[in-house]
Nanobody
Framework: QVQLVESGGGLVQAGGSLRLSCVAS???????MGWYRQAPGKQRELVAI???????NYADSVKGRFTISRDNAKNTVYLQMNSLKPEDTSVYYC??????????????WGQGTQVTVSS
């Protein structure tokens, strides 16, 4: 059974840092991994993504502050968030594009972790 388990969210003051982790299990093959976020009343948006070849892409709003990385041996993707701003407050979701037990590739989502940045 495919599963994504996130950790590392919490409450932090503006200017602080947090590190999110997401462990993937049950995959036969993992392609891109990424982080999305969704604030109340807003659409879910891409924060950062990293391909199987370690190519990264970031939302303009987080460039220079957030860093995405992955450890393929541990099937884990990380999001290091520095210089956090109140507008970064959201539920952060891990996303993994990969192949589970079936023959098809699909997108899978974690349960989400709350990040709250106080001013």
């Amino acid at each position: 059974q495919v599963q994504l388990v996130e950790s590392g969210g919490g409450l932090v003051q503006a200017g602080g840092s947090l590190r999110l982790s997401c462990v993937a299990s049950g995959f036969f093959k993992i392609n891109a991994m990424g982080w999305y976020r969704q604030a109340p009343g807003k659409q879910r948006e891409l924060v950062a993504i990293i391909t199987s070849g370690d190519t990264t892409n970031y939302a303009d709003s987080v460039k220079g502050r957030f860093t995405i990385s992955r450890d393929n041996a541990k099937n884990t993707v990380y999001l290091q968030m520095n210089s956090l701003k109140p507008e970064d407050t959201s539920v952060y979701y891990c996303n993994c594009n990969g192949q589970g037990r079936g023959p098809f590739t699909a997108d899978y989502w974690g349960q989400g972790t709350q990040v709250t940045v106080s001013s």
